[in-house]
């Protein structure tokens, strides 16, 4: 509590709540870094690839816990 | 929340000092005032307190730099842990001591957020200058939601740049998935092309066939047949030129019968020369018979035309039997070569002669071989077709592995950016919302209190504000109820910057009484730096106002401000700092040092006008003339014990304390009636003074007579400067009186 009110957060954490996706799996990790506001305003672009990958990888670790 | 000690350490401007920090401490006064000139270390000050208790800092966003670089003394060791500790009291009363150590982890969390209980400034003059933003987003900033307009910008980008991705792949599949289904087409055809041409099972026979036999055999047999035909050729030629040959040896020998070669033609020669120089010779000149001379010649011409004759046949019989050689050695040629490949292709002989019977086997031999040689033919044909189908069919079959891999691609990115459409739509109404609910949670009655307060202007009195916020379209409708009008207006077209920013002010000021615990700091950065002169005077009485009810710390680098607002206090309610450069720790570095501002007397403040008077600035002068006046009547009114009724303590001024009876008192206590009496009256000759001092009831006690900005059109530097010349004799008069 002793942080800032941090509205980004707690904006996230809510929609969060109702949108159970992979990506915001992703954006959550990010949140240490309080998801790249203080970065450039192509952070989030820059970042698609990595997206990509998390959600690949994510499947692969679905079709094994499947198989 | 109420602070009573920060001590700070290579934080900002404050330098790393391990055994002697540096420390405000408010001891038991409730106020903290800091004042300092530009670079001195206010702002410092201001981040290292607002750092300490939230772990944030607005400057590190305004300057987008990382927020250790800005937090970090320059001068700091790298060994060097700075901190900032803050002692204080919380709700229940019960002292408390928070430390954060930079770069460290926090010892234990604050029972509350402070955050709304910083007012920057900046953000208030960004809010009132920032006109290219829309309202919304002036509204957001001004409220310190920027974060979530600027994820949401980087959220649209990144949603932009998914869905690019998406489309781009989705053509890459596309193009793909056609380029087989052109090939699966092409595929059928050859299908169709070999059931047609070799039936069913043309699968098995194209497999059996080797493209490399059949090639070198084709080429053989058309090899074969190219020979054949010459061959056959170069006999007809052969039998042509012999013909031609026996015609000719068969004239020439008919020639040969009747002359000797050579003498003939010396005979011939002469004779016709001779009967051709001698005209009219009727006798022969070797018989002497008697000749007609033309007869003669003619036959010695024609003679001599049969013998030319022969010779050429002669000549043309070597050339013919040259050219019959040729063609033998070539017919014997081509006749090896057909029994070679024969022998090759066949496996067995071939007897090749020049007879008629052998002629006419091998001409329908080569027929045969034709025939063979188209089928040949398209035996290569559909080998090479064949061939291709083969490749298709490879690439089909890793074309459509590949078109798995890239339709699990497609859609993959087609999930990402489904997902991250459907989070922004998601995001964009939370945050809508959030912004929406603040706006609505902020008291517009409040608001309007607090813009009317520091805005003081009878004829532009706002009834009240209508700010709506539109979560759909992300706008707001910001509207105006002004006094004596029945319509509302458009409030930013009618505000001026001056009222944009009493607006500004009015908000956080609003929305940190909600969200702060009735009895906490609050805590402004130059809270003048974007107020004009005019409400300046309407926004310290506001900020009095505010102090009964929160401990206020205040920064400032205006030292009338400063002053001013000190004065507004008791002394024995707030402490007041400097800042200015020194070296402590170093005798070379610069650093920002705090020390104990000097105490407020009647002497210092004359000081400070008649500094102001020498600048000309009149305004600051009769200000500091006031404030003189005003320090030493309350030390007198300290000293008479000047009773006051409680209930107007807070708003006590120079009048309040005529209306109580000061001067009577004084006389009372200390005689000497008539010189009290010409010392105030000197005094109230002066019109500055003259309201001031009045014991009149004219003015209702708990209003201010006049600021002195609303006559100052009217002051002359003569008149000020009489003015403090006057105080200085009426505060000498005094001091020595109470000695």
């Not at chain 1, 959550?28 to 192509?42: A, C, S, T």
């Not at chain 2, 120089?277 to 070797?286: A, L, R, S, W, Y």
Request: glycine share 4%; charged share 35%; hydrophobic share 35%.
């Amino acid at each position: 509590m002793s942080k800032k009110r941090n509205v980004l957060k707690e904006v996230i954490y809510i929609v969060s709540i109702e949108d159970h996706t992979r990506f915001v799996e992703y954006l959550l990790k990010l949140q240490d870094i309080n998801f790249g506001v203080e970065e450039n305003e192509n952070f989030l672009k820059n970042k698609y690839e990595e997206i990509f990958k998390f959600y690949k990888e994510q499947e692969q670790k679905n079709e094994n816990k499947e198989n | 929340m109420r602070i009573k000690k920060i001590e700070i350490n290579g934080i900002r401007g404050f330098a790393y000092r391990k055994d002697s920090p540096h420390i405000i401490d408010l001891l038991n006064y409730r106020h903290l005032f800091l004042y300092g000139e530009n670079g001195t270390g206010k702002s410092s000050f201001f981040d290292a307190l607002e750092w300490g208790l939230t772990g944030e800092i607005e400057e590190s966003k305004a300057r987008k730099v990382e927020k250790n670089d800005i937090l970090r003394n320059k001068f700091s060791e790298e060994q060097d842990r700075p901190y900032v500790k803050i002692l204080y009291k919380n709700r229940d009363q019960e002292e408390k001591v928070f430390i954060r150590f930079l770069n460290g982890k926090d010892t234990f969390e604050l029972e509350e957020i402070v955050s709304d209980n910083f007012i920057d400034a900046k953000r208030i003059e960004n809010f009132v200058i920032d006109t290219r933003k829309s309202l919304w987003n002036r509204f957001a900033n001004l409220l310190g939601f920027e974060d979530l307009i600027l994820f949401e910008k980087r959220l649209i980008r990144l949603k932009n740049e998914a869905k690019r991705k998406y489309e781009e792949s989705e053509k890459i599949f596309n193009n793909k998935r056609k380029e087989i289904e052109d090939l699966e087409s092409k595929k059928q055809q050859l299908e169709t092309e070999f059931e047609e041409k070799l039936g069913k099972d043309w699968g098995s026979l194209l497999r059996s066939k080797e493209k490399e036999k059949v090639t070198e055999k084709f080429s053989d047999l058309e090899n074969l047949n190219k020979a054949i035909n010459y061959y056959l050729q170069s006999v007809e030629e052969k039998h042509e030129l012999n013909s031609e040959l026996e015609e000719l040896e068969k004239k020439l020998k008919r020639i040969k019968s009747t002359l000797s070669e050579a003498a003939i033609s010396k005979i011939i020669e002469e004779a016709y020369n001779y009967f051709k120089e001698t005209q009219e010779i009727d006798k022969c000149p070797v018989c002497g018979q008697p000749i007609r001379y033309k007869d003669v010649l003619n036959r010695l011409a024609g003679l001599r035309q049969r013998l030319n004759e022969a010779i050429q046949f002669n000549n043309k019989i070597k050339n013919l039997e040259d050219d019959i050689d040729n063609k033998d050695k070539k017919v014997n040629e081509y006749n090896s070569n057909i029994e070679k490949l024969y022998l090759k292709l066949y496996d067995s002989e071939i007897k090749v002669e020049e007879s008629e019977n052998a002629l006419q086997m091998l001409s329908s031999k080569k027929g045969e071989f034709e025939k063979e040689i188209e089928q040949l033919r398209d035996i290569i044909q559909l080998l090479e077709s064949w061939g291709r189908y083969k490749e298709i069919v490879d690439t089909v079959r890793k074309g459509q592995e590949n078109l798995e891999n890239l339709s699990d691609e497609k859609n993959l990115k087609k999930k990402i950016w489904k997902d991250v459409r459907n989070f922004h739509v998601k995001y964009k109404e939370k945050y809508s919302e959030t912004i929406s609910n603040e706006l609505v949670r902020i008291s517009k009655e409040k608001v309007t209190e607090i813009f009317n307060k520091i805005n003081q202007s009878d004829n532009e009195v706002v009834e009240s504000f209508i700010i709506e916020p539109d979560v759909e379209k992300t706008e707001i409708t910001f509207q105006a109820k002004i006094r004596g009008r029945e319509e509302m207006i458009n409030a930013i077209s009618f505000l001026s910057t001056a009222h944009l920013r009493c607006l500004g002010f009015a908000l956080l000021i609003s929305r940190m009484q909600i969200h702060s615990n009735p009895i906490g700091f609050i805590a402004i950065d130059d809270p003048i730096y974007s107020v004009d002169h005019e409400h300046r005077y309407f926004l310290i009485k506001y900020l009095k106002e505010l102090g009964n009810d929160y401990q206020l710390i205040i920064t400032t680098s205006d030292r009338i401000f400063y002053d001013l607002i000190r004065h507004q206090f008791n002394s024995n309610s707030c402490v007041a700092y400097k800042t200015y450069l020194g070296s402590y720790s170093s005798p070379v570095n610069n650093e920002v040092v705090l020390g104990v501002e000097i105490k407020s007397s009647p002497q210092n403040y004359i000081e400070e006008a008649e500094k102001h008077l020498n600048h000309k600035d009149l305004r600051a002068a009769s200000l500091y003339s006031r404030l003189a006046l005003e320090t030493v009547l309350f030390t007198v009114a300290e000293k008479v014990n000047l009773k006051i009724p409680y209930k107007r303590i807070n708003k006590l001024g120079v009048r309040a304390l005529m209306h109580q009876g000061l001067k009577e008192k004084l006389k009372k206590e200390y005689g000497c009636d008539n010189d009290i009496d010409k010392q105030f009256q000197n005094l109230s000759d002066h019109r500055y003074f003259r309201a001031l001092l009045s014991q009149s009831k004219g003015y209702p006690l708990d209003e201010e007579v006049h600021f002195p900005h609303e006559e100052r059109a009217s002051y002359t530097v003569e008149e000020v400067k009489e003015v403090i010349e006057t105080l200085k004799v009426f505060i000498d008069f005094l001091t020595r009186l109470l000695e």
